[in-house]
């Protein structure tokens, strides 16, 4: 038995539309990074970009549950002294809603090169409009 590794032009990337309104943040990224890395897809090949490409809208209208929107802070440095930041989950939804998803799908993404480059195929939206309506994006539900 041969494992078969798919070549470039086997591999069909459509664009997906999901709507991030009403959803809970991780199963919306998990979904998200799903899609992304192409781990649905029987030619899945842990090394290569089998994944599509995803858009996401209503960024600001994704769901938390718990009480994740008082406590949940996010935190980095800056690199020079005392230049630790950190940013609450609710300063960070009202200034850049875009950003809360693009993390936690970065978060589940690989951290190598692959991982880089799969993280650009991920579009995200605070509103309700979008302009890659020319790649005919296929609308996903849950």
Known sequence: MQTMIPKLDQLNKSWLLYDAEGQVLGRLA????????????PMFTPHMDTGDYVIVVNAEKVALTGRKMENKSYFHHTGYPTGARRISLKNLLQNK?????????????????????????LHVYSGSEHPHQSQKPIKMEF
Not at 30 to 41: C, D, M, P, Q
Not at 97 to 121: D, Q, S, T, W, Y
């Open 97 to 121: 809603p875009e950003e809360v998803i693009r993390m936690a799908v970065k978060g589940m993404l690989p951290k190598n090169k692959l991982g880089r480059k799969l993280f650009g195929k």
């Open 30 to 41: 998990a979904e998200v990074a799903k899609r992304i890395r192409g781990k649905y897809n």
